[in-house]
């Protein structure tokens, strides 16, 4: 079967301007996390759902970030008002049951430059 | 804060036998897992620890000692392939599936 898709792959956007990055899980995966990854570091937790509920939020920098999963499947994480600093590689990750030791299968990721 | 350390870079050849280290600094702890990176790509999960030990997966074994608050992964026979980088994560509460990811280590494997 298919693994976890992201799209765009790339995104090029102006300052000030709104993104939205989609996440396509892995068919009947039930979490979905969001992370951002710099180059050269690890995985920066952002934000996770349980079917469509939200469940942590703890790690989006500020309000300028959200993430929806709406019907428990595909997710969408928006920044608006772009700003330079948001440039960074944005990483989608699924796993099979809500036991927290259930491997994440991570996507291909969606590099983000802020111009 | 939380955080989790890890050498910054390993050298071996292949064939050998190399050890990356991961001490973490967390408010919990509920287990520890390994990652690995391939440069542009997605990270992998290789192993998983919640107990104190031991646990092996082929080529690749898991240590973990919730006393020290460490844990390190072993890799055997060394093959070119293993050129990556490699990241040690925490869930570091017991009422979140948050990971918390260390710095990462690059290992390169020379002939």
């Known amino acids: 079967g298919a693994g976890v898709s992201q799209s765009p792959r790339y995104k090029v956007t102006k300052r000030g301007q709104d993104v939205a990055l989609r996440c396509d899980p892995i068919?009947?995966?039930?979490?979905l996390y969001w992370y951002r990854q710099a180059l050269g570091q690890g995985p920066e937790f952002l934000t996770y759902?349980?079917?469509?509920?939200?469940?942590?939020k703890s790690g989006l920098p500020n309000d300028r970030f959200s993430a929806e999963r709406p019907e428990g499947s595909i997710s969408t994480l928006t920044i608006q008002r772009t700003e330079q600093r948001d440039s960074a590689m944005y990483r989608c990750a699924s796993s099979l049951a809500l036991a927290w030791q259930e491997t994440q299968y991570f996507g291909p990721g969606t590099r983000l430059l802020v111009l | 804060g939380q955080s989790l350390e890890q050498p910054s870079e390993v050298t071996a050849v292949e064939g050998a036998i190399v050890q990356i280290n991961c001490t973490y600094q967390t408010s919990g702890f509920y287990g520890l897992s390994w990652y690995q990176q391939h440069d542009g790509g997605a990270p992998t999960f290789l192993s998983y620890n919640a107990l104190d030990g031991l646990e092996e997966t082929g080529r690749f074994s898991s240590f973990l000692s919730r006393s020290d608050s460490y844990g390190y992964l072993l890799l055997q026979e060394l093959q070119m392939k293993d050129s990556a980088s490699y990241f040690c994560?925490?869930?570091?509460?017991?009422?979140?599936?948050?990971?918390?990811f260390g710095t990462g280590t690059r290992l390169q494997v020379f002939p």
């Open positions: 759902f349980n079917y469509e509920a939200q469940q942590d």
């Open positions: 994560a925490v869930r570091a509460s017991y009422n979140t599936d948050k990971l918390i």
């Open positions: 068919s009947g995966h039930v979490s």
